[in-house]
């Protein structure tokens, strides 16, 4: 073979491998395409169906179905139908009387301020403390405002105790979420929650009413009676000391304890 043929023939055969190489690189690009797309379809699905089972789980036919059923007011509760949580002395002249959403975040910074200060002053008797609660915040989407206030229910009929620690619980930093985050409309999370309070703790009568749903209906009766109160107008957190509307938001514990005391009788 000629110097001449050798040279064509090898540069031939360079050109075969470019093009070989090239065609490689081109199915491989192809694969990794496809790989991608693939997994994005699965990541896309995936949450897709979570999507949907937290939508099931959300779906306003389940409160529909609760408001039909039998009410069941838990222990501990005063009032007509259980509605009004009482904290103190229930014969105690002097009454305080808060009006709160779960989910509210404007509650949970009046909680975490003063609220010790306040649950301290019906311990040592200055006053009873009557709970009302709302589920408005739901309107916005979501059920945890209703599922944590059955929640709340079923702690209260384990005792006046276990609420007074639950409620607080929930309304802590560590623990109350964001007001668009639906986090309360979960039982699971609302039990995994209670194992922080000793006397919820493996508590099968509290987790087994919030499995089952049990103070749903009381859970809608409450907010019944908390929209066709004068107080719906006005927003939560709402605090009456004897009758009279006090201002709590943005006070510090001392202030608010100063305000109260102010509205007390003798």
Known sequence: MSSRNSKTAKAAARERLREQREKEAKRAKIRRQVTVAVGVVVVLGAAAGIAVAVNQANKPGY??????????????????????????????????????????????????????????????????????????IDNNGGTGSKKALSAIGAAVNVSTEAFEEYHKLLYSKAVHPDETNDAFSSSDKLISLAQQVPALKGNTKFSDAVKKGTFDKWALTVRDAYNNDPASSKGTP?????????????????????????????
């Open 63 to 136: 409160w529909v179905n609760a408001a039909k059923q039998k009410l069941v007011a838990p222990a501990n509760t005063s009032g007509k139908n259980g509605t009004i949580i009482v904290v103190g002395d229930k014969t105690n002249k002097n009454v305080v009387h808060e009006y709160e959403d779960l989910r509210c975040p404007v509650c949970a910074a009046y909680e975490q301020t003063a609220g010790d200060a306040v649950l301290q002053g019906a311990k040592d008797g200055k006053y009873q403390i009557n709970y009302s609660f709302a589920a408005f």
């Open 238 to 266: 709402y605090v009456l000391v004897n009758g009279k509307q006090v201002q709590v938001i943005g006070q510090t514990a001392d202030q608010v304890a100063a305000t109260f005391a102010a509205q007390l009788k003798k």
